[in-house]
């Protein structure tokens, strides 16, 4: 018998430290495996086993409590390396011990405690935008080279640590972007093996990053604050066992270094300066004594998810020629920088231009990237652009570090000659495994799920954002609506556990929501952004984003720990309905009817949001009492499912009366007895069946209506950012699946494919992308792309209970139902979940269909053949053919019961 694989502790890559005060471990049953009887820990240092559970009953293998003793968990960082081991008994046996895994749970460093803030000797700094990264640099020295050295560090803007010269790991963007008033992300750093005997030196290379540069569509700075600073503690243990902790404090040196940076601006890089890392000349009167300086005290936290890094390199696929330079296409629109070598004799400018599209002159443009000042109306640079001037030293390369840029084309001025080997794209984005595939018999159904998650990856950049390079922002409806299709493409629960922290740590006071997290807008400032806070379908994203996590991952700790915000959010809609009254609807109806106590139809509400054809209308006295209502309804609903599975029966009673009140409140102010909506748009149709806001008896009249507008529209979409991605779900679930396949093969515009056929490779805010009359838009915004849920849990038929309990979340129980259509003739998904890996696949032939489908060890399937059956699986593989009621079935564990049609 196998052993148990892939060894976990919270969400969190091997390896990482994680600070958990009581560590969850994770692992995947061996092959075969139906159920798991009993686990056994097992934690060993160098020199062997320190410490064993002994067999313990329990079925879960999913953020498991390993309930390890106190002094195994939040051990100093720099103590001797353990592992951990996992062994199950199941009904098949007992198996091995698994494979050791790092053992990675440390304590924040008490040192951190004796360090200070330093900040860069910067007596007024410049204006945004002109910005200096600073060096700030220590030296010490050791009688002798460190047993282990662990170097902790944060930063009030963005830091590159180096030690004796060498730059220390491989994350990027660091500390990460949150809630910076409230929470700070702290690394670990082991840089044990940059240390000797002798001299030593630390330098932080320190630029605005998020925390003071330029920000969001309205490019304002200093967010946060004007001044960045630095926080770094060194733990030595040395060779006898005694330690020594160097920290940040009046000792360290600062000077500008020869990188002006801003994140969105993009990175301006003077060669000829010495480099950062090499070492301090106390000749070089640019070195001052870096002042200490006083910080607001955010907690401290190690970071919950993955760091972004470096991914990939990508050699462009055609040099074309301008005046003045080269435009390199890069083949795929991505996030991140170019590095750029052979820069030519020193003194040369080389300028780096990157953008989406190119003009008619073949140029790279980016007036489709350009922001806006709401309070003038002005339009603002798009930023995006780098320069490098060169020392012309042989075999020097630039690599800007302090920016981020999305792009498809850079323009390079100033290389003459610019050869393909001379530059290469680095795509940057949080390091998220893969976890879903899908593939099909139309390529270009492949090429718009791989459009769709290229730009996910492009807007997971730490946080997720709407686009990559025009605001670059944690937009809370964007994440709403596509992270149930992210959870199945990649592993995502760290990344949302991080940003949810983030969401709650910046609600406001009466629960309102921002609309952008983690929110630079100072909550006593005027931001224009402040006055957009609290919309629904944006601010919902404080439950829909827990229940999507809770169903993929199982994670019933993040909903306990998210649960106030949530309650503060849906108390703050509801009293919103409850305290105020529209004033068109006041005049038409003076005395107000009791169901618009539940009526939601005042405040700021982005609505439906860029339904095609319409213009986008921010004026906060429009009526959107129809969408807000249905948000309030649905929160309340989700609300309630959660206070159940958390025990809390009195808000689980509460806020199902909610729910129910404000869906009377939506069936008496929006629907006629016959099913027909007051406001009859294709979303406001789709909304009320993905919501269960219409009665039974007419849920089938409504779903006619909303085919009936979609034939009229030819068989294109009309629906705007909230509901594109539940319109098809909702077609196939009210019996109308060929209306979905036909809406979903559309070409031409408004419609998906017609992105794809126009060479997009991420998808378009705009359905018209380059070509809308108004203006392309940004070219990356991933919310469209929500529609490859419909490929993943219809075509392929992969789906999740709607509703489920700690027996079935984290895909422990789910249904695979295939759903074949439009002319396919094949479809193949996998889905790597919690338990392993789960596979959908069906294919026609001359003797019907056959479905090929993969159950990983402890779970259990409930498959539903397109022919009717309905076969309870478990582990192993299940070959059915449908057409002919003979079914072939290969399968591990013989536990496969065929029911007849329902």
């Known amino acids: 018998m196998t052993v148990p694989t892939r060894l976990r502790l919270e969400h969190l890559p091997p390896g990482q430290a994680c600070g958990a005060a009581r ?171 940059l240390l000797r005997a002798g001299a030593n030196d630390l330098e932080i290379l320190l630029s605005d990053g998020w925390y003071r540069g330029r920000h969001g569509f309205e490019r304002h700075a200093d967010g946060y604050g004007t001044r960045t600073a630095a926080l770094l503690a060194l733990d030595l243990r040395l060779p006898g066992g005694d330690t020594r902790t160097v920290t940040t404090g009046p000792d360290w040196w600062s000077r500008p270094s020869g990188i002006i940076a801003d994140l969105m601006d993009g990175q301006h890089t003077d060669l000829r300066a010495p480099a950062p890392g090499s070492r301090r000349d106390p000749a070089d009167p640019a070195w001052r004594p870096a002042p200490v300086t006083d910080r607001p005290a955010a907690r401290l936290e190690l970071p919950v998810a993955p760091p972004v890094r470096a991914v990939e390199e990508l050699a462009p696929v055609a040099l074309h020629r301008v005046p003045g330079g080269t435009v390199a296409d890069f083949g795929i629109n991505l996030n991140g920088w170019v590095r750029l070598a052979d820069l030519g004799p020193r003194g040369t400018v080389v300028t780096l231009t990157h953008g989406e599209l190119r003009d008619d002159a073949g140029r790279v443009t980016t007036e489709n990237l350009r922001a806006f000042d709401f309070a003038t109306g002005e339009r603002l640079p798009a930023g995006q652009v780098d320069t490098v001037t060169a020392a012309g030293r042989r075999g020097e390369t630039a690599e800007p570090r302090h920016t981020t840029h999305g792009f498809r084309y850079v323009q390079v001025d100033g290389r003459p000659d610019l050869a393909a080997d001379d530059l290469r794209a680095v795509v940057v984005h949080s390091d998220l495994p893969r976890t879903g595939w899908f593939r099909c018999g139309d390529h270009r159904l492949e090429a718009l799920h791989e459009a769709a998650v290229r730009s996910f990856l492009g807007n997971a950049c730490d946080i997720p954002t709407d686009c990559p390079q025009r605001e670059r922002s944690g937009f809370t409806g964007d994440w709403q609506v596509f992270a149930d299709a992210a959870a199945f493409t990649h592993d995502v629960a760290g990344f949302g556990d991080k940003w949810l922290r983030d969401l709650a740590a910046d609600q406001r006071a009466d629960g309102r929501v921002p609309t952008i997290v983690p929110d630079p807008a100072d909550p006593a400032g005027g931001a224009a952004t402040l006055a957009m806070d609290g919309s629904a379908g944006w601010g919902d994203a404080a439950v829909i984003v827990p229940w999507t996590l809770w169903r993929a991952y199982g994670d019933r700790d993040l909903l306990a720990r998210q649960y106030p915000s949530m309650v503060r959010w849906v108390g703050y809609a509801a009293g919103c309905a409850g305290s105020r009254r529209h004033p068109d609807r006041a005049a038409a109806r003076p005395t107000p009817a009791p169901h618009e106590e539940f009526l939601w139809d005042t405040g ?61 409140a939506w069936q008496r102010e929006y629907l006629s007895a016959d099913g027909e909506l007051a406001v009859p748009t294709q979303a406001n149709h789709v909304r009320a069946l993905a919501f269960d806001l219409v009665p039974p008896h007419v849920r089938s009249a409504v779903a006619d209506r909303l085919t009936g507008l979609l034939r009229a529209n030819d068989h294109h979409l009309a629906t705007g950012f909230l509901s594109t991605g539940l319109l098809l779900p909702v077609l196939a679930d009210t019996g109308h699946l060929d209306e979905a396949y036909r809406v979903l093969f559309s070409p031409g515009e408004p419609s998906w494919l017609g992105m794809i056929d126009r060479g997009a490779t991420t998808i378009w805010e705009n359905w018209a992308g380059p070509d809308d009359p108004r203006g392309p838009g940004s070219l990356n915004h991933y919310a469209k792309g929500a529609v490859i849920g419909f490929l993943h849990r219809y075509v392929a038929g992969i789906r999740l209970p709607e509703d489920p309990g700690p027996e079935a979340a984290g895909y422990r129980r789910f249904v695979v139902a295939p759903q074949p259509g439009g002319g396919l003739t094949w479809a193949d998904a996998t889905h790597d979940s919690p338990n392993g890996r789960i596979r959908s696949a069906w294919r026609r032939d001359a003797d019907g269909l056959l479905v090929d489908v993969e159950v990983p060890p402890g779970t259990r399937a409930e498959i539903r053949l397109p022919d009717g059956r309905v076969v309870d699986a478990g582990p192993g593989r299940h070959v059915h053919r449908c057409g002919s009621y003979a079914a072939s079935v290969e399968r591990t564990v013989s536990t496969c019961r065929v029911r007849s049609p329902r």
């Open 23 to 193: 560590p969850r471990g994770s692992w995947r049953l061996p092959a075969g495996t139906a159920a798991q009887q009993a686990y056994a820990v097992r934690i060993s240092g160098p020199d062997g086993p320190v410490w064993e559970s002994g067999r313990r009953a329990g079925g879960g293998s999913a953020l498991v409590d390993l309930d390890v003793p106190a002094e195994l968990t939040g051990r100093p960082a720099t103590a001797d390396p353990l592992t951990w081991q996992i062994r199950v008994w199941t009904d098949r046996s007992a198996s091995g011990w698994s494979e050791p895994a790092p053992w990675t749970s440390v304590a924040l460093f008490p040192g951190l405690d004796a360090a200070v803030w330093i900040a860069p000797h910067e007596p007024e700094p410049a204006a945004p935008g002109s910005r200096p990264a600073h060096r700030l640099q220590h030296s010490f020295t050791l009688a002798a080279a460190p047993a282990a050295a662990v170097a902790w560090a944060t930063a009030h803007g963005m830091y590159e640590l180096f030690v004796n010269g060498h730059r220390v790991g491989d994350a990027e963007l660091t500390p990460g972007f949150t809630a910076y008033r409230t929470r700070l992300q702290v690394h670990a750093h082991d840089v044990t093996r």
């Open 604 to 664: 700021f509400h982005f609505g439906e949001w860029l339904e095609p054809g319409e213009v986008p209308d921010l004026d906060p006295a429009r009526d959107h009492g129809i969408v807000a209502t249905a948000y309030l309804a649905r929160s309340a609903r989700l609300l309630s499912r959660i206070a159940g599975l958390l025990g809390r029966d009195d808000d689980r009673v509460r806020h199902d009366r909610l729910a129910d009140a404000a869906r009377d």
